[in-house]
């Protein structure tokens, strides 16, 4: 991976750290932090990672409920990524290129 593609990439994490951040405070909003953070732990997709089922005992709640809510969630990241729902726009620094652009390009690496 070069220089460029490891800047890159961390500016795409950089950015979207601060769009769950936002979603976040949504969820705090609403007095659902706990549903928040149990919906983050199954966004990597990884080994280990609780199932929805699991999810759902622990917070008492169906799993087709958490399903759902899963999808709002999923579904809601790559607009807000997109759309530059932050406070200001963030731009590339080196580039001036937006940060979606540049986040299809990371994940295509």
């Known amino acids: 991976m070069t220089a460029e593609m490891i800047y890159e990439r961390r500016w795409a994490l950089t ?3 601060r769009v769950l951040s936002r979603l ?3 969820y705090l909003a609403a007095d659902n932090a706990a549903l ?6 199954l966004l990597p997709d990884e080994p280990g ?3 929805q089922a699991e999810i759902a005992a622990r917070l008492g709640m169906t799993e087709n409920a958490i399903r759902q809510a ?3 969630i999923s579904a809601a ?3 807000r990524y997109c759309e530059r729902r932050l ?3 963030l731009r590339h620094p080196a580039t001036s290129k937006t ?3 540049i986040s299809l390009r990371c994940s295509r690496a």
Request: net charge negative; proline share 15%.
């Open 99 to 101: 940060s979606c652009a």
């Open 36 to 41: 928040f953070d149990s919906l983050k732990e």
């Open 15 to 17: 950015v979207l750290e």
């Open 87 to 89: 406070p200001t726009p």
């Open 49 to 51: 990672s609780p199932s």
């Open 24 to 26: 976040k405070d949504e």
């Open 77 to 79: 990241l790559p607009s």
């Open 70 to 72: 899963f999808y709002q």
